[in-house]
């Protein structure tokens, strides 16, 4: 081929109009690119790695599982996003091709002239969505080809029915009505244009692709008049509008009917309703404000921020069963002069005087050794969401088993961090469900796989629909009315995980506690307004919340608020347990902040920012007790489930670049954050091997994915082979020598 030959074919392509729109898209208005982007990192694990975003476009669950029909949905929502990636490009850039309005089919040859960017993402997606199924998932090949098959046919669906109604030639009722309230010429009017408006841009092009995919030359097209031409755009820029409204409406209606399983599409299809949405809004801003746009987008920001100011819209959530109705002169005031009244020595000494009673209890469960001696284990688990959940379950329901039901017996507490506390406390209500004789076996596999079971779909999914959209939802619980969001959601597919035996109050737990017919758990929180701990118990804990070495002093350090004492006009003891665990897993982003009635709002976040081990609060426990503890018990075991190494810190990256040499400065006490908590905690157990000596044994029980690369990832979702690298963990040498130690230790 010659020179000449091959210069004329790259000027066929370049002037090829799916080139010249691609193209255009990078040129002009590159925040609509944005969208794409963020799918694209988000499927590749570069965005939102640590939260599972990926799984959510990967491996999206519907009624618990991932089904054709949850690809189906997927496909759905895929084909929403592009089909409004198409209406809002169209409109925003319908003037430079005005040649396009003499085509028979206007808009359909726009959008398969469009498809450079989608066909090329649908490719993209499915090599990364089939090697995730196949690799992640271990899903069989057969049924990967079937899954994607629902994926295609849900993608195509939604564009059938698109062309088939939104962008028909006769106009409905709907249609009729809001060309009257959305005619873009309406509204230009009272917009003022500047000389910039008038973009005279007109892209050149030869050749593109028709209805029927055939290669149609330009030149064949007729001119119509301008006039003509803008009365076809603007009846496409209302079927646009209407399209949009239809998915706001459509978010709308999901959210209202969340409780209804059949109605909670995967999160990552009503994300993509939601991107789809935002894009619209974008678009819009764009076609209507022009030169004006940025000016729009600061009034926009203005108007939320007043919003949220004035607290018409709140961002943060609300701890269910608690009473927020009280006067403001009865909210309790959040500072340090009310905090050293309320926690005064007195209250400090009465409340140890009850927890001594309740190691009383403990003690005359059983008969120990010969001298009438037990040993006390206080177990401590560690934050990591559904990997520490999982871990956490695991390791206890295999311990228990091991020693034969005497690690239950002979714990008196538990406490930790963030979601090994889920999985501690769903250990606790099996065992308790148990011997009041609701389930048979407490050691059943499918309990382990429940905790394990998706949280992040709620979640996303109640964001995406309600958060973002309808902020205002109501819901009634135990006579007061509190704000669905994404908490709730979370909290009531935790409940559905559980099969109901979390959907409780943590004063549901007070007599058996104190009875010492189950473990004390002590749920906690960090209070952000000044890095304070909050404790959520049954029993009273005023005795935790400052150093005993302060008693005598007239101003104590006061470093954690029992949550009950605190709010003891807020019916306390009607929260949820499900509030309380959130509350304690709160990840930033991912679940809201909690506010808590008092005077000015505490707020809530991670147990983990403040001690994600629980080190710290049993170290302190074990402290106050350790007279009564060293006459009374036989050995104490300070069992620590963790779902990371003690001795592996996070190494530094190999090669350094500009990004990492910025980045890390800021993100360094992020990164490093339990790195450092846990180095600090060594000191600590050396202070409490100290008082004990022999006495006190410390045993460990940590997860060890088999290959470090490849670790359960820290969010609300597990894969199948994450859950499968979690159980295989337990049989490593050191967590099997753990096993050992703990069985010699109980008999």
């Known amino acids: 081929m010659t020179r000449e030959a091959l210069r004329l074919k790259a000027r066929n392509i370049y002037y090829f109009l799916p080139v010249q729109l691609a193209i255009l898209h990078f040129r002009r208005y590159q925040l609509l690119l944005i969208f794409w982007l963020v799918l694209v990192l988000t499927i590749t694990g570069n965005f939102a790695a640590h939260f599972g975003a990926a799984s959510l476009f990967l491996a999206p669950e519907y009624l618990g599982e991932i089904s054709f029909m949850s690809m189906l949905l997927l496909g759905g929502g895929i084909g929403l996003f592009i089909m409004a990636w198409h209406i809002t490009t169209f409109i925003i850039h319908a003037h430079r091709i005005p040649y396009m309005g003499a085509a028979k089919q206007t808009f359909l040859i726009y959008c398969i002239n469009n498809s450079v960017i989608p066909l090329l993402f649908l490719i993209f997606y499915s090599i990364i969505s089939i090697h995730f199924q196949v690799y992640k998932e271990h899903t069989p090949v057969g049924r990967v080809i079937l899954l994607q098959l629902g994926f295609y046919i849900g993608y195509f669906l939604i564009l059938i029915l698109s062309f088939a109604y939104f962008f028909r030639v006769s106009r409905d009722l709907l249609k009729a009505v809001l060309s009257r309230i959305t005619d873009p010429s309406r509204i230009k009017h009272i917009i003022p244009y500047d000389a910039l408006d008038y973009e005279v841009d007109i892209i050149r092009v030869d050749t593109y692709l028709s209805e029927t995919l055939r290669l149609s030359h330009c030149h064949e097209l007729d001119l119509f008049h301008p006039r003509l031409l803008k009365t076809i755009l603007r009846k496409h820029h209302r079927n646009a509008i209407t399209a949009t409204i239809f998915s706001f409406i459509l978010l709308i209606l999901l959210g209202i009917f969340m409780e209804q399983p059949l109605l909670r599409i995967p999160a990552g299809s009503s994300f993509l309703i939601l991107f789809g949405l935002m894009m619209g809004i974008v678009g819009a801003v764009k076609h209507f404000l022009r030169s004006w746009e940025v000016l729009g987008w600061v009034l926009i920001g203005l108007v939320l921020s007043s919003l949220i100011s004035s607290r018409i819209i709140d961002l943060r959530s609300i701890a269910y069963g608690m009473d927020y109705q009280t006067a403001e002169n009865i909210e309790p005031t959040y500072d340090y002069k009310s905090l050293r009244t309320i926690f005064n020595t007195e209250r400090y000494n009465s409340d140890k005087l009850s927890e001594l009673q309740h190691l009383e209890n403990w003690k005359a469960k059983g008969t120990g050794d010969s001298t009438g001696k037990k040993p006390l284990i206080v177990i401590m688990v560690s934050g990591g969401g559904s990997r520490s959940a999982y871990w956490t379950f695991h390791t206890l329901q295999h311990l228990d088993s091991a020693t034969n039901g005497k690690l239950f017996d002979n714990t008196v507490l538990i406490t930790g961090a963030s979601g090994g506390m889920l999985g501690a406390a769903y250990w606790r209500s099996i065992h308790d469900a148990h011997r009041d004789g609701i389930i048979k076996d407490p050691y059943d596999p499918k309990y382990r796989d429940n905790i394990g079971k998706d949280l ?292």
């Not at 008092?598 to 994600?612: E, Q």
């Open 456 to 747: 992040l779909n709620a979640i996303i999914f109640s964001f995406a629909s309600v958060d973002m959209i309808n902020p205002f939802n109501k819901i009634s619980i135990a006579g007061y009315s509190y704000t669905k969001d994404r908490g709730y959601a979370m909290e009531q597919e935790l409940i559905r995980n559980t099969e109901g035996l979390l959907d409780k109050k943590i004063g549901d737990f007070k007599t058996k506690e104190f009875s010492a017919a189950i473990p004390e758990l002590i749920i906690n929180g960090t209070i952000i307004n000044d890095g304070r701990k909050l404790m959520m118990s049954a029993q009273p804990v005023a005795y935790l919340t400052r150093p005993e070495y302060s008693l005598p002093d007239a101003e104590p350090p006061i470093d954690a608020v029992d949550y009950a004492t605190f709010f003891a006009k807020q019916n306390p003891y009607n929260l949820r347990i499900t509030s309380a665990l959130r509350m304690n897993a709160t990840f930033p982003f991912i679940l809201p902040v909690v506010k808590l009635p008092s005077n000015p709002r505490m707020n809530i976040m991670d147990a983990g920012m403040r001690d994600n081990f629980g080190t710290e609060l049993a170290s302190r426990y074990l402290y106050v007790f350790r007279d009564w503890i060293k006459n009374n018990t036989e050995n104490v075991i300070f069992l620590e489930i963790r779902d990371t190494r003690e001795s592996a810190g996070k190494l530094p990256q190999k090669r350094t670049n500009l990004s990492n040499t910025i980045a890390d400065p800021v993100f360094v006490i992020q990164e490093k954050w339990q790195t450092f908590q846990s180095y600090n905690h060594g000191h600590v157990k050396d202070l409490i091997h100290e008082v004990f000596e022999d006495q006190i044994h410390f045993i460990s029980m940590e997860y060890q994915p088999k290959v470090e690369e490849e670790s359960a990832a820290l969010n609300f979702h597990l894969t199948n082979k994450e859950r499968k690298d979690l159980r295989l963990s337990i049989n490593y040498r050191e967590n099997q020598a753990a096993i050992d130690s703990v069985v010699k230790l109980l008999k």
